[in-house]
């Protein structure tokens, strides 16, 4: 591909700047990765001068940034619909024995699972949450980042590893079981390691990593405390999941005194560096307290109706100012990764609270800027000069959409979820037609479908060999 790439005739480029321009017949500019202009008509002099450049015909689609997932459970891709009649206390109960026998050919399965299809959404940025290791072997435990990370290099999104982890296990009054929680010494040495081994500072980074202890029923007091002060000496972000259930919140009053968000702030955890999963369980208390410390949250209202939680109380949260992205989270309490399906449930959910709570470009703008907030990104989330070429481009006609001429931009998120028919990630093509183009689609799905079902059984992965080339049908990446 040409270092210069016109996006032309785009029925409407939807920018996400400050002032939610739309630019009807806009076209956009890429330069080296980089969104050099976006208007209407011909691109500036600044076109004729580079030595080549090459045109992508927008007409009949409008343009996005590309759309950014605040939180997943990758892995869990490989066991959907399990526990569907269970809230999530018995949801965990019932999956974590399937997840202790997790190995890197699992990991990487899921990630390619679970990151084709956020590509395959117009998703151009994922963060993953991956709390399940090895307890004793450091090597391995870094493998399945690795997994992960080469996965998302595959398919060609931009990812952000959050190193989770737990260490209170049963005995000691978490839920998790005790062989599947590590040792408080091993995953702060650990995530350190992760952490100078994958992370990258710098402006267009495709990955960082985060800090990220699973939450206050399967971490300790002295894990999180610890973990803020890592990460702040790194200079990473943090994360965690909170306020997700009601039992969660009855467990925090009885082990600490406090709800949630407060056990959170007693602890150092509600900075600007900080983005937290959920936070239904949310009063005006709760809320003050996320907007004073400036802490984002990742929304996952699919995953909060299914385990029956509740609804996350995000107009008020946008009221206060609190920055607040969308997520699909884990696959196996969603049980799909289409973030332009979240962002619909998303704006249906939220009008519970009555049609005025949420609409269509308020919804797509937490799916877009709102998410490069939580991940404390400022060069992505909207088509602005000088921001990363993300670029998500989606169909404005077909059957699903005949009588949406009136606003199309809107008919996005109310009429059926699509695939995204072009998405850009670096300038980059990611999808083209429909399709994925650095990954064979058919191939991650089988691949997917092998180590599914061999989980299914309950045979150890050295009965089948052991190797992630032989659950992937042999050959190596």
């Known amino acids: 591909m040409k270092a210069v790439l016109l996006v032309s005739d785009c029925d409407v480029v939807v920018t996400m700047d400050e002032a939610g321009t739309e630019i009807p017949g806009g076209s956009i500019l890429i330069d080296r990765g980089t969104v050099a202009w976006v208007g209407r008509g011909a691109p500036p002099a600044l076109a004729s001068r580079l030595e080549s450049w090459e045109r992508l015909d927008g007409r009949g689609l409008i343009a996005l940034p590309g759309l950014v997932n605040t939180h997943h459970h990758l892995y869990q891709t490989l066991t959907r619909v399990r526990a569907t009649g269970e809230g999530l206390f018995g949801w965990l109960r019932a999956l974590y024995p399937a997840w202790a026998g997790m190995d890197e050919a699992w990991v990487h399965a899921g990630a390619r699972v679970g990151l084709a299809e956020l590509a395959l959404s117009g998703c151009a940025t994922a963060a993953d949450h991956h709390y399940i290791f090895p307890r004793d072997d450091p090597a391995a435990a870094l493998a399945f ?12 999104v931009r990812f952000h590893p959050a190193r989770g982890a737990m260490d209170l296990g049963q005995s000691a009054g978490g839920l998790p079981p005790d062989d599947i929680v590590q040792d408080t010494d091993a995953i702060l040495a ?24 699973c939450s206050p029923f399967s971490v300790s007091e002295r894990l999180m405390r610890a973990s803020a002060a890592l990460a702040r000496r790194l200079g990473v972000r943090l994360h965690t999941h909170i306020a997700e259930t009601t039992d969660e919140q009855a467990y925090c009053l009885a082990r600490y005194g406090r709800r949630p968000l407060e056990v959170l702030e007693a602890w150092g955890w509600l900075g600007p560096d900080v983005w937290l999963a959920h936070c239904v369980h949310v009063d005006s208390s709760g809320i003050g307290l996320l907007a004073r410390g400036g802490a984002g949250v990742a929304w996952c209202p699919t995953s909060n109706l299914r385990l029956g939680s509740g609804v996350a109380p995000v107009p008020a949260m946008l009221a206060a100012g609190v920055p607040v992205g969308l997520g699909v ?8 990764g289409h973030l332009l399906a979240e962002a619909r449930m998303g704006l249906l959910v939220a009008r519970t609270g009555g049609a005025a709570a949420m609409d269509a470009r308020r919804v797509l703008r937490i799916a877009t800027r709102g998410g490069a907030a939580c991940l404390g990104r400022d060069d992505i989330g909207s088509l602005e000069p000088g921001k990363r070429a993300d670029v998500a481009l989606f169909a404005s006609g077909g059957l699903e959409r005949v009588g949406t001429d009136a606003d199309p931009v809107a008919a996005l998120v109310f009429c059926a979820p699509q695939r995204v028919r072009h998405l850009l990630v670096e300038g980059r093509p990611v999808v083209t037609d429909g399709r994925l183009v650095r990954a064979d689609e058919q191939a991650i799905a089988d691949e997917g479908r092998r180590v599914a079902r061999r989980i299914a059984t309950g045979v150890p992965a050295a009965a089948h060999g052991g190797q992630r080339a032989r659950d992937a049908g042999g050959g190596t990446r």
Do not use: C, Y
Not at 145 to 151: D, G, I, P, T
């Open 145 to 156: 980042l690795a997994a992960e990370v080469e996965a998302a290099a595959e398919i060609g």
């Open 329 to 336: 989270d884990g696959s196996a309490s969603n049980d799909a």
């Open 190 to 213: 650990q995530t350190e390691e992760a952490v100078r081994r994958f992370h990258d500072p710098s402006p267009g980074a495709m990955v960082r990593v985060a800090v990220a202890p």
